[in-house]
C-alpha cells in the first residue's frame, strides 16, 4: 500500500489511533533483496470511529495491521494508540496494551460468497456491506445505515 500521504489525518491528539509514515520491509533470505509489503501507509481512527482497509490480495493489509499491533515491527513509522507510542514500548507495556487493541479478518471461509465484495458492487458499497456484517450496530450506525457513509481515502 503505497504513498497514501498524509493530508487525510486529523491532529494525532484527537485520534485513538494515529500511525505515521508505517513502512514494513521483509528480507529475502540473504539475498539482500526485499518484499516491500507496506510502503508509508499513514491512517488514524477517532474513538467511535471503524476503519476498513480494503485492496487487492497481497496489497499489504494484514501486515499493516499487524505492524500497528506491533506484531511485525515496522522497519519505519510512528503508532500512537491513546497517545502512547508504540513502537518504543518494551515487551511487557505492549503486551497490556494489546489487550486494548485487535483487528478484524474477512472471515476467509465466508469469504467471496457472503462476506467479500462482489464483483460487480462498487467499492463503497462493497466496504459499506463488509462492515454491516462485521461491525457491531452500537459501534457505527453511521456505517450501518448509509454505504454512501464509507469515505475512500
Ligand atoms: N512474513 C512475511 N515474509 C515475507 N513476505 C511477506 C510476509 N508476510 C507478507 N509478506 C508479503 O507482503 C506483501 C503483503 O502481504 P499481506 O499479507 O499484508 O497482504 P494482504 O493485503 O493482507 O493480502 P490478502 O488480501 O491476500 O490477505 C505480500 O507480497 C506478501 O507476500
Ligand atoms: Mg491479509
Redesign the pocket.
Known sequence: ?AGSGTAHLRPAEDALLHAEHIV?E???GRSGLK????SDVSLDILEGETLG?V????????????AILQL?KPTAGEVKFDGVELTRLGGEDMRKMRRRMQMI??D?YRGARRSGPRPRAGTGSSAARVLRRAVPAHLDRPCRRHGAEVDPL
Open positions: 500500500m514494513v521483509f528480507p529475502v518484499v516491500n509489503a507496506v482497509l485492496g487487492e490480495s497481497g496489497c499489504g493489509k494484514s501486515t499493516t495491521g499487524r511485525y479478518f474477512q476467509p
